[in-house]
């Protein structure tokens, strides 16, 4: 067990509609990251926020938006959903940035997978 | 163009045995690399953050490697276990003015059996 929790585990909703994914970092950690993993793309990196403030982007689409909330809580919000959408949301956590420190692993949630039918 | 390379796809190994997972690279500029291990339909898992001037690092029965001047980095498995079998993959940090950027590899699908 990481200490990084994402619910749901699973999602399944339809084309068009719009969906939450909420991830609560480990205690004591101000960044949080989103990546999406799919089968053909693999791992990809979307977002990243360090004690509420937004500071590196990846491959996220317009469509995709995210927050870190004062409790350091995030969430990821997806709407109008593609079919090509579908695949495992991952969230990490780490004390601080970037570096090569022990303080910047990345500890990774358990995912939440969503289907879109 | 930002890329890493990782080889070979997949590899069978017996449990005992070692073996060795490699990752070429082409990022500027560098900031740090980091090898994962993940389960299937589970979360990665860290296994080692290196930086320019970390040559080797630890931890427990892996072992990677980095070569700044080729751009190559290698993880060393000791005596494997049948847990080891697992995705592995490379990703390197770019940092500059820029911003930041994650550049993944595809990953190494490692099987392990008895």
């Known amino acids: 067990d990481s200490g990084v929790t994402q619910t749901p585990k699973h999602l399944i909703t339809a084309t068009g509609q719009r969906v939450t994914l909420r991830c609560s970092p480990r205690s004591g950690d101000l960044s949080v990251y989103w990546y999406q993993q799919s089968l053909d793309q693999g791992l990809q990196f979307l977002i990243q926020?360090?004690?509420?403030?937004e500071r590196a982007k990846g491959n996220i689409l317009e469509r995709f938006s995210a927050q870190q909330f004062p409790d350091l809580h995030s969430e990821l919000n997806l709407s109008s959903l593609e079919l090509g959408d579908s695949a495992l949301y991952f969230c990490?956590?780490?004390?601080?940035?970037w570096g090569g420190g022990p303080a910047d692993t990345q500890y990774f949630g358990p995912g939440t997978r969503l289907t879109v039918l | 163009k930002n890329q890493v390379e990782q080889s070979p796809q997949s590899l069978i190994i017996l449990e005992g045995k070692n073996c060795t997972l490699q990752c070429n690279y082409t990022v500027s500029p560098f900031s740090n690399l980091r090898w994962y291990k993940q389960d299937t339909g589970r979360g990665p898992v860290s296994l080692t953050i290196?930086?320019?001037?970390?040559n080797t690092k630890s931890n427990g029965r892996y072992t990677a490697t980095l070569d700044a001047d080729t751009k190559q980095s290698s993880l060393h498995i000791t005596a494997s276990q049948l847990s080891d079998s697992a995705s592995y993959i490379c990703v390197v940090l770019s940092g500059g003015q820029a911003g930041t950027a994650l550049i993944f590899g595809k990953g190494t699908t490692l099987s392990v059996s008895s």
């Open positions: 290196m930086t320019f001037s970390e």
């Open positions: 990490a956590s780490s004390r601080r940035l």
């Open positions: 926020y360090y004690n509420g403030e």
